[in-house]
Structures are given as structure tokens and as C-alpha cells.
């Protein structure tokens, strides 16, 4: 308490809404990248990405008041972000259904069987596979992109995914193992277009005699 | 699509606690890595991928594959302007903090 605090209730206005500013930049504003990479995601262009960010973050100041003191204001944030997005594009997706989350890990431990008996899992293993992710990222179709960003690289819960995604964690799930499958399907022909493939089959028929 | 056989095991739920065969551990495989099952789950599949010599293998790529993949969060920056252009939105707005 200060002893300006007897004054005026404009003065104590002004002091909430300085704490208000205050919190919304140590809580809200240093997440702008995240935050970036996430409308980034959702629109695949800077420009857009931009404008998104900017909306977001309007968005997220006017209704500062509706943040839980001490949630997670990343998964906050995201949330905004989704929304608008979903408000600009003035459309309701219907997604195909997905085949569940079990079927879904099961056929990439499959794939990744055969990747190992034809070679490419030992390709894989000489290559830096980030920009072969990047790119594969980039082509990535949504609703799988969405959910790769926010669970592999935003590090979001199943939970807050589906929250953000406005889904249930079961699609979030099934939505998450498809789109890493289909990275791993883009890595195995990058390799092998590095014409790793080849030489570590051949290695490998040699070492299995 | 397939649809879902009706004596499948749902994600919280398990037959045997502490025990997972093979078909069991790839299904739960992900969620293992993504810290998404109960500390009694987690330890069932982290005892089983560690023993099985068919499943470690998925184990290690799918670990490599999903650290590669959390590495490009430091490939791509916002544009340098989009913080002041926010800041500028947020101060007409009336922000008024240090930033």
C-alpha cells in the first residue's frame, strides 16, 4: 500500500490497471513466439501468421480478466489464437473420421519393422532428420499438422491439445499418431532419396551372412 | 475405416497392472513417451520396451524422431517487427506497461 492509496478512485483505477499491464507482460507477452509458431502453423503464411498474432493478442488483453491467475497461459493464449483463426476463416470443419489411436501407433511400429529390415532405419541413423522435418512439416495436412505442433513441438498435454483444438482427446490422440506416422512415411523417402537406403541394405545383407 | 473391436481395452484401462505384452506396448508406445498414462501404466510399457528386444527398437527411433522433431521450435522466429506492431495495437487498446 502506498500513500497515495487514500486519494481518488481514479488513482486506484489507474493502479489496477497498471498491475493489469504489468501481469499481462510478464505472463502473456513473452510467449509471442510460441504463439507465432502456432498461427503459423494454423496458416502457413507470415502475413497471415502475423495478423493472427496481432489479433490474438488483442483478443487476449481485453479479456485479461478471464485469465486464471496462475494457469497455463501458453495453453491460454493458443486457445485465443485457435478461435480466431477458426472466426477469420468463418468456417466449422467437419473432419473425416479418424481410425482410433491404438490402430494408429500399432501400424507405425509396423512401418517402422519394415524400416528396419529394408535399410532405412539405418539411413535414418546418418542423417540430421531436421530439415527433412521441417519441410515435412511444412506439408503436413491439416488436422494432423495442428495437433503435431502443439503436442511434439509446443510441448502441450493431450489435455490442453484438445482444449485448444476443441476436440476430444481421443481425436487429438488419433490426429497426433496419423500426422507423425505420415513424418516418418516423408523422412523414409528423404533418406532414401539420399540414396542411403541402398548402401545400408547392401551393408546389411553382407553383415547378415 | 475400421471401426473399433468392442473388447479392446480403452487408453485408462488394463487387463493385467504391471504387465504388457508387445501389441499392448506399440499401442501404448506414444502415450508412454508423452508422459500420458499413470504412473502404474508408464512403468508396465517402460519394463516391457526395455526387456523386449522386438520393441526397444521402436522405443529408441520413436525417441529420436520426436526429440528432432521438438528441436524446430528454435527454427522459426516471429519477424522482428511483429512485436513492435503488436505493442503498438495493445498501447492503442490501452496498454500501458513497460514493453
Given at each position: 500500500?502506498?500513500?497515495?492509496?487514500?486519494q481518488s478512485?481514479?488513482?486506484s483505477a489507474?493502479?489496477?490497471?497498471?498491475?493489469?499491464?504489468?501481469?499481462?507482460?510478464?505472463?502473456?507477452?513473452?510467449?509471442?513466439?510460441?504463439?507465432?509458431?502456432?498461427?503459423?502453423?494454423?496458416?502457413?503464411?507470415?502475413?497471415?501468421?502475423?495478423d493472427?498474432?496481432q489479433e490474438?493478442?488483442?483478443?487476449?488483453?481485453?479479456?485479461?480478466?478471464?485469465?486464471?491467475?496462475?494457469?497455463?497461459?501458453?495453453?491460454?493464449l493458443?486457445?485465443?489464437?485457435?478461435?480466431?483463426?477458426?472466426r477469420?476463416?468463418e468456417?466449422t470443419?467437419h473432419?473425416?473420421?479418424?481410425?482410433?489411436g491404438?490402430?494408429e501407433?500399432?501400424?507405425?511400429?509396423?512401418?517402422?519393422?519394415?524400416?528396419?529390415?529394408?535399410?532405412?532405419?539405418?539411413?535414418?541413423?546418418?542423417i540430421?532428420?531436421?530439415?527433412?522435418?521441417?519441410?515435412?512439416?511444412?506439408?503436413?495436412q491439416?488436422?494432423?499438422?495442428?495437433?503435431?505442433i502443439l503436442v511434439?513441438v509446443?510441448?502441450?498435454?493431450?489435455?490442453?491439445?484438445?482444449?485448444?483444438?476443441?476436440?476430444?482427446?481421443?481425436?487429438?490422440?488419433?490426429?497426433?499418431?496419423?500426422?507423425?506416422r505420415?513424418l516418418?512415411?516423408r523422412?523414409?523417402?528423404?533418406?532414401?532419396?539420399?540414396?542411403?537406403?541402398?548402401?545400408?541394405?547392401?551393408?546389411?545383407?553382407?553383415?547378415d551372412? | 475405416?475400421?471401426?473399433t473391436?468392442?473388447?479392446?481395452?480403452?487408453?485408462?484401462?488394463h487387463s493385467h497392472a504391471?504387465?504388457v505384452?508387445?501389441?499392448?506396448a506399440?499401442?501404448?508406445?506414444?502415450d508412454?513417451?508423452?508422459?500420458?498414462l499413470?504412473?502404474e501404466?508408464?512403468?508396465?510399457?517402460?519394463r516391457h520396451?526395455?526387456?523386449?528386444?522386438?520393441?526397444?527398437?521402436?522405443?529408441?527411433?520413436a525417441?529420436?524422431?520426436?526429440?528432432?522433431?521438438?528441436?524446430?521450435?528454435?527454427?522459426?522466429?516471429?519477424?522482428p517487427?511483429?512485436k513492435?506492431?503488436?505493442?503498438?495495437?495493445?498501447?492503442?487498446?490501452?496498454?500501458?506497461?513497460?514493453?
Amino acid at each position: 500500500m502506498t500513500p497515495e492509496e487514500s486519494q481518488s478512485s481514479a488513482t486506484s483505477a489507474a493502479g489496477s490497471n497498471q498491475r493489469r499491464d504489468a501481469d499481462f507482460e510478464r505472463v502473456a507477452l513473452p510467449w509471442m513466439n510460441d504463439v507465432y509458431r502456432f498461427a503459423y502453423s494454423l496458416t502457413r503464411n507470415e502475413s497471415d501468421a502475423q495478423d493472427l498474432v496481432q489479433e490474438t493478442y488483442l483478443r487476449a488483453f481485453r479479456s485479461w480478466h478471464t485469465f486464471q491467475p496462475g494457469s497455463d497461459a501458453r495453453r491460454w493464449l493458443f486457445t485465443i489464437c485457435r478461435n480466431a483463426f477458426l472466426r477469420s476463416r468463418e468456417r466449422t470443419r467437419h473432419e473425416v473420421d479418424l481410425e482410433d489411436g491404438d490402430t494408429e501407433a500399432l501400424a507405425l511400429a509396423m512401418r517402422h519393422r519394415d524400416m528396419l529390415n529394408d535399410g532405412t532405419d539405418r539411413a535414418l541413423a546418418q542423417i540430421d532428420l531436421r530439415p527433412a522435418l521441417t519441410t515435412a512439416l511444412e506439408q503436413l495436412q491439416e488436422p494432423f499438422r495442428s495437433a503435431v505442433i502443439l503436442v511434439d513441438v509446443e510441448d502441450q498435454s493431450y489435455d490442453a491439445a484438445a482444449e485448444i483444438l476443441g476436440v476430444p482427446i481421443g481425436t487429438v490422440r488419433s490426429r497426433l499418431f496419423r500426422g507423425r506416422r505420415q513424418l516418418q512415411e516423408r523422412l523414409a523417402l528423404y533418406a532414401r532419396d539420399a540414396g542411403f537406403a541402398s548402401a545400408a541394405t547392401a551393408k546389411e545383407k553382407q553383415s547378415d551372412d | 475405416m475400421t471401426s473399433t473391436p468392442p473388447n479392446r481395452p480403452s487408453i485408462g484401462s488394463h487387463s493385467h497392472a504391471g504387465e504388457v505384452n508387445c501389441t499392448r506396448a506399440m499401442q501404448q508406445l506414444w502415450d508412454f513417451l508423452d508422459r500420458e498414462l499413470t504412473d502404474e501404466q508408464l512403468g508396465a510399457v517402460r519394463r516391457h520396451v526395455e526387456s523386449c528386444s522386438s520393441c526397444f527398437p521402436h522405443k529408441a527411433w520413436a525417441e529420436r524422431f520426436l526429440e528432432a522433431l521438438h528441436s524446430l521450435r528454435d527454427e522459426r522466429l516471429m519477424p522482428p517487427e511483429l512485436k513492435a506492431r503488436v505493442m503498438e495495437q495493445l498501447r492503442a487498446a490501452g496498454y500501458a506497461g513497460a514493453q
